[in-house]
């Protein structure tokens, strides 16, 4: 297999999408590719942060992942995008790193990337297809190449999205972080974009 750069990008208030960046991380490597696991900058105000003890947690927790830079974009051959459902809408965080990648987009630089996203709510008809096809929007400007789990392992039957792995959790986290089926669900999401990538970057190549 062609060796594969994969970088998973994500924003995550109070850890539900870090957790599934994580198990995307782990798929994409466990599929032999080289993986940058990339958190946007956090933009909300320390006051609001503040006001909700699971996020100013999350922060603290998470304070050695690395935040995600242009070139983390350039150099992968194959994305992921994960989001909390906001208003059945991306995260303004993740949006205002997508609206940096302007340069690289005029370069041509975006084109033929293998691209796929995931998401997670509040509730069970929340937002997460509108959420993913939100990020996915992107995607198609870009000239990306969106690869979406559909039904292709029986683990997206029963977490039961084809748009992209997703998860419930709960008015105010009330059911708590993605249960090891959403998590082999995302890890095989990323496995399904490492393969794809790969094939798209030894057919270029040969
Ligand atoms: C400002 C805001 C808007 C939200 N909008 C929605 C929504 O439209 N639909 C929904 O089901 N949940 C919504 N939620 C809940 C989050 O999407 C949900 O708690 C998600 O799991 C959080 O992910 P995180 O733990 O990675 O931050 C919203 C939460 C916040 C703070």
Redesign the pocket.
Known sequence: MAPVNVSIIYY???????ALAQAAAEGAEKAGATVRLRKVRELAPPEAIGSNPAWARHIEDTADVQEAALEDVAWADALLFGS?????NLASQLKAFIDTTGPLWQQGTLADKVCSAFT????AH??QESTILAMSNTFYHWGGIIVPPGYTDPVHSQTGNPYGVS?V?GPG?SLGGPSEVTLEAARHQARRVVEFAAAIKAGRAS
């Open positions: 995550s208030a109070t850890g539900t999408i870090h909390p459902t906001r208003f059945g997670a709510s509040g509730t929340g937002g998860h959790s986290g």
